[in-house]
């Protein structure tokens, strides 16, 4: 079992910077690739980023890539996405997800653990 703990999220005003982390602990050998979506009310979970545990090859949503960044420190088991330029847009709760396969996929339904999301918040 894999357990995920977010953390980074607040309130931020647009255009500002925020950088969330996600801690996993249990048997983290087990983690192929780590990744982020994001779910704002009344909306479906969207991908945001995917890194691959091992190799560090990295996948974005097309609508984010040019903002955010997602990397890992295998040592610290630890992912995390820097988030720049911010947008009222970007206000969601974003979740940190894991999976047993390498392959980086964008359907949340995919991955096999998730954290209990932190809340981001992006004033106008």
């Known amino acids: 079992q894999v357990q995920l703990a977010e953390s980074g999220g607040g309130l931020v005003q647009a255009g500002g910077s925020l950088r969330l982390s996600c801690a996993a602990s249990?048997?983290?050998?087990?983690?192929?690739?780590m990744g982020w979506f994001r779910q704002a009310p009344g909306k479906e979970r969207e991908f945001v980023a995917a890194?691959?545990?091992?190799?560090?090859?990295?996948r974005y949503s097309d609508s984010m890539k040019a903002r955010f960044t997602i990397s890992r420190d295998i040592a610290k088991n630890t992912v995390y996405l820097q988030m720049n330029s911010l947008k009222p847009e970007d206000t969601a709760v974003y979740y940190c997800?894991?999976?047993?396969?390498?392959?980086?996929?964008?359907?949340?339904?995919?991955?096999?653990?998730w954290g209990q999301g932190t809340q981001v918040t992006v004033s106008s």
């Open positions: 249990g048997r983290t050998v087990s983690i192929g690739a």
């Open positions: 890194v691959n545990w091992r190799g560090g090859s990295t």
């Open positions: 997800a894991a999976k047993t396969g390498g392959s980086l996929m964008t359907s949340s339904g995919i991955y096999d653990y």
